[in-house]
């Protein structure tokens, strides 16, 4: 079944699955692989459940920029997803640990668009190191692995923000600063932008320019002013385990959080 009626029913006992932090139904228990069109459209769909249920969408995420990374999950382009403002938490949160299915990080670069006017190339940003918090695990199987993942939002959880942003023109992001990622104190990655090719252009640049391609193939609007896209990174998915603190710096900007297991009151 993958009639309108069909697809809004399993996104809704897929969003719930989300939800409760638990196994997806959709996945280990229907193994009704999506194409991936299929599977943008169910991300779609949830979409329209949370925007009902309230919730406002706040800008996209793009995933999956390296060859290798889109070999293992079966994938012939990047990915995208969206970002929720239910989902956006200040430098210094603490997260319970229990709160996420094996939380992984990415420290990365994002990017609030201040215009849209003319090439992306030209226009005007404000950007930051943040934390994106993800559900790091898979419930279907391997070949299904690529729809699973657009469906359900890219894995995403969230997003930690810097207390402060720079602002220059897209193209002008600096390409050779170290991302630097830290894990209680000890650096556990370092990219740097320059590494983020996508088409032939650089860094946030090619992302953002994918990204911007991308909605207008599939037909679902525009880039806008106000919009924070999660450019990507060229570094690791880092497991986060209980206990843990977490650190992100690129230039003299930086971002932290706390992962911690809540007590049993049993």
């Not at 201040?114 to 934390?131: D, F, K, M, R």
């Not at 993800?134 to 923000?161: K, M, Q, W």
Request: glycine residues 8%; proline residues 4%.
């Amino acid at each position: 079944m993958r009639d309108a009626a069909a697809r809004k029913l399993q996104a809704a006992q897929l969003q719930e699955d989300i939800d409760h932090c638990r196994p997806t139904r959709q996945f280990t228990e229907a193994h009704n692989t999506l194409t991936v069109d299929e599977a943008y459209e169910m991300q779609r769909t949830l979409g329209l459940l949370r925007v009902g249920r309230g919730e406002r969408q706040v800008g996209y995420k793009v995933g999956c920029t390296s060859s290798s990374v889109r070999q293992a999950f079966g994938l012939t382009e990047s990915v995208a997803g969206c970002l929720w403002d239910t989902e956006q938490h200040a430098s210094g949160a603490s997260f319970n640990a229990a709160a996420f299915r094996r939380l992984a990080i990415e420290g990365e670069l994002a990017v609030w668009l201040l215009s849209t006017n003319g090439p992306p190339a030209e226009w005007l940003i404000e950007y930051e190191p943040v934390i994106e918090l993800h559900h790091f695990c898979f419930d279907g199987t391997p070949s299904e692995r690529a729809s699973e993942l657009i469906a359900r939002n890219c894995i995403h959880a969230g997003v930690v923000h810097s207390s402060g942003r720079r602002r220059c023109r897209l193209a002008d992001v600096p390409l050779d600063e170290p991302i630097s990622v830290s894990l209680d104190n000890h650096k556990v990655d370092q990219p740097v932008l320059r590494d983020l090719e996508l088409n032939g252009l650089l860094g946030p640049l090619a992302t953002v320019s994918w990204l911007a391609n991308h909605l207008t193939k599939r037909d679902v609007g525009a880039l806008r002013a106000g919009d924070l896209i999660l450019a990507a990174t060229p570094g690791s998915l880092i497991p986060v385990k209980a206990g843990s603190t977490v650190h992100v710096q690129f230039k003299e900007l930086c971002v932290d959080c706390r992962v911690y297991q809540a007590q049993s009151h049993l």
